[in-house]
Nanobody
Framework: QVQLVESGGGLVQAGGSLRLSCAAS????????MAWFRQAPGKEREFVAV????????YYADSVKGRFTISRDNAKNTVYLQMNSLKPEDTAVYYC?????????????????WGQGTQVTVSS
């Protein structure tokens, strides 16, 4: 497994932008598909975006498509989530997750390593 630490959350007005980062420990980072999930109060954790092991393939939830961009830098063991045109409904705790597999998995059950989460709050 890898250890994951998120950063970059905060409070932003609707229409604004934030960039989340997730730093991973371990020498096998490049072997993992990396994803972002989010969980709002009283709701289940939901998939946001995933990038495959080499960054060449991505997949997004319909709710963020066209507004969010996931990317990774394997030399820095870091995955990013650029969030633009933020909406109040994007408010949630955002979690970074890693899956030791190919492709672009999107189910919570596919991921065995999770960060502690970072809060994103979008005000209207």
């Amino acid at each position: 497994q890898v250890q994951l630490v998120e950063s970059g959350g905060g409070l932003v007005q609707a229409g604004g932008s934030l960039r989340l980062s997730c730093a991973a420990s371990g020498r096998t980072f490049s072997m993992y598909a990396m994803a972002w999930f989010r969980q709002a109060p009283g709701k289940e954790r939901e998939f946001v975006a995933v990038v495959n092991w080499h960054g060449g393939s991505t997949y997004y939830a319909d709710s963020v498509k066209g507004r969010f961009t996931i990317s990774r830098d394997n030399a820095k063991n870091t995955v990013y989530l650029q969030m633009n045109s933020l909406k109040p409904e994007d408010t949630a705790v955002y979690y970074c997750a890693a899956a030791p597999r190919t492709g672009t998995p999107s189910s919570v059950a596919d991921f065995g390593s999770w960060g502690q989460g970072t809060q994103v709050t979008v005000s209207s």
